[in-house]
T-cell receptor, first 109, second 112 residues
């Protein structure tokens, strides 16, 4: 069983839609949670860290439910510029982070 | 703009060549990483240096040899690579454990 699992998509949505990405992880000792965005042929870029109380940054909201080992990312009023692959990343102890396979999003005008 | 700088951006090498990838960060991070990424796959961890010492080697073949000359620099020496080693090689750095990774913009390597 993979440590971090994501629906690969692709998610094709019209501009303005709300998008929800979900991710599950297997290690109950996991301590840190992140969402990264990766554009085609570019490096992953940190979108947001995910805090236990949930957090919001503009149109983006992230949540983690440690009891069910479930992480989510919501994008409100999606824009064509949001089109990318979104990677769920989970950290256990130390420096090793586990990446999900990523979910591809295409927002059409 | 990325705060982790990688050179070169692109590299084409033959199977008998020796080359090096370079990475530099000036964020004061004490952990530095090499990842390999193939198309449509997530990054795969290769090596982690913590306080300039190799702390994780994910069973990487010896044709890849990492080096950390100081806390700001990380190199990856390449020798006798195979065509299947062609990929995007990403350097990253982070603060203390459980901190997010900051990636460089990668070196796209082609082995012919």
């Amino acid at each position: 069983r993979k440590e971090v699992e994501q629906d690969p998509g692709p998610f094709n949505v019209p501009e303005g839609a709300t998008v929800a990405f979900n991710c599950t992880y297997s290690n109950s000792a996991s301590q840190s949670f992140f969402w990264y965005r990766q554009d085609c042929r570019k490096e992953p870029k940190l979108l947001m860290s995910v805090y236990s109380s949930g957090n919001e940054d503009g149109r983006f909201t992230a949540q983690v439910d440690k009891s069910s080992k479930y992480i989510s990312l919501f994008i409100r009023d999606s824009q064509p510029s949001d089109s990318a692959t979104y990677l769920c990343v989970v950290g256990n102890s130390g420096y090793a982070l586990n990446f999900g396979k990523g979910t591809s999003l295409l927002v059409t005008p | 703009d990325t705060e982790v700088t990688q050179t070169p951006k692109h590299l084409v090498m033959g199977m008998t060549n020796k080359k090096s990838l370079k990475c530099e960060q000036h964020m004061g991070h004490r952990a530095m990483y090499w990842y390999k990424q193939k198309a449509k796959k997530p990054p795969e961890l290769m090596f982690v240096y913590s306080y300039e010492k190799l702390s994780i080697n994910e069973s990487v073949p010896s044709r890849f040899s990492p080096e950390c000359p100081n806390s700001s620099l990380l190199n990856l020496h390449l020798h006798a690579l195979q065509p299947e080693d062609s990929a995007l090689y990403l350097c990253a750095s982070s603060g203390q454990g459980n901190s997010p990774l900051h990636f460089g913009n990668g070196t796209r390597l082609t082995v012919t």
